[in-house]
């Protein structure tokens, strides 16, 4: 079965930096893209980027260069999502999914469980 | 960039009835570059068609999807109490790889 476990959820303060994490198993990782969709509270989704692990290329949304960085560590089949400076409009529910075949033009699927990020002081 | 419009926002129906959802986009996705995701509270979205009409496996028959160029739908041939939840649009011909804003469908 093709799982993503993604990383607990988080409490930081505006300002701080965050990086969080999502792991695949039961597939091959280097060859599928990995995206990242945010949520906010009572919203829709959001389409922020992909990864394509094998050699890191990176798609990001306009509304989300500058604001995120995604990377991928091929050795321990996990893609991460990262700030370095939170907002308390980042606070949200993040969700990784794969994409369903070896090109970025195709659907997500699986998906993670999402991780709940709150920024507040 | 490729703007998707659900509509409608809303639908509230009783069991037993047809549901019609629309995705509306701003530029063709020919025939194959769009798919449908439901979301229940609490839990992240499920996918339910892929390439406009193909259904994932252990969606059930009495949903079906179809469409092509600007234009989509999503049927559900007489709604379960299981079925009322957010649906969502995805377009994938081209990134930003952008969302609908989700139609809720309700209990009436």
């Known amino acids: 079965e093709v799982q993503l476990i993604q990383s607990g959820a988080e409490v930081k303060k505006p300002g701080e930096s965050l990086k969080i994490s999502c792991q695949l198993s039961?597939?091959?990782?280097?060859?599928?893209?990995i995206g990242w969709v945010r949520q906010m509270p009572g919203k829709g989704l959001e389409w922020m980027g992909i990864i394509y692990p094998g050699d890191s290329t990176t798609r990001y949304s306009p509304s989300f260069v500058g604001q995120v960085t995604i990377s991928a560590d091929k050795s321990v089949n996990t893609a991460y999502l990262q700030w370095s400076n939170l907002k308390a409009s980042d606070t949200a529910m993040y969700y990784c999914?794969?994409?369903?075949?070896?090109?970025?033009?195709?659907?997500?699927?699986?998906w993670g469980q999402g991780t709940l990020v709150t920024v507040s002081s | 960039e490729i703007v998707l419009t659900q509509s409608p926002a809303t639908l509230s129906l009783s069991p037993g009835e047809r549901a019609t959802l629309s995705c509306t986009a701003t530029?063709?996705?020919?025939?194959?570059?769009l798919a449908w995701y439901q979301q229940k509270p609490g839990q992240p979205p499920r996918l339910l068609f892929f390439?406009?009409?193909n259904r994932a496996p252990g969606v059930p028959d009495r949903f079906s999807a179809r469409g092509s160029g600007t234009h989509f739908t999503l049927t559900i041939s007489r709604v379960e109490a299981e079925d009322f939840a957010v649906y969502f649009c995805?377009?994938?011909?081209?990134?930003?790889?952008?969302f609908g804003q989700g139609t809720k469908l309700e209990i009436k």
């Open positions: 039961g597939s091959t990782f280097h060859n599928y893209w």
């Open positions: 530029e063709s996705l020919s025939l194959t570059f």
């Open positions: 999914a794969r994409h369903g075949v070896h090109t970025e033009y195709s659907w997500l699927d699986p």
């Open positions: 995805q377009q994938y011909r081209s990134s930003p790889f952008s």
């Open positions: 390439n406009v009409s």
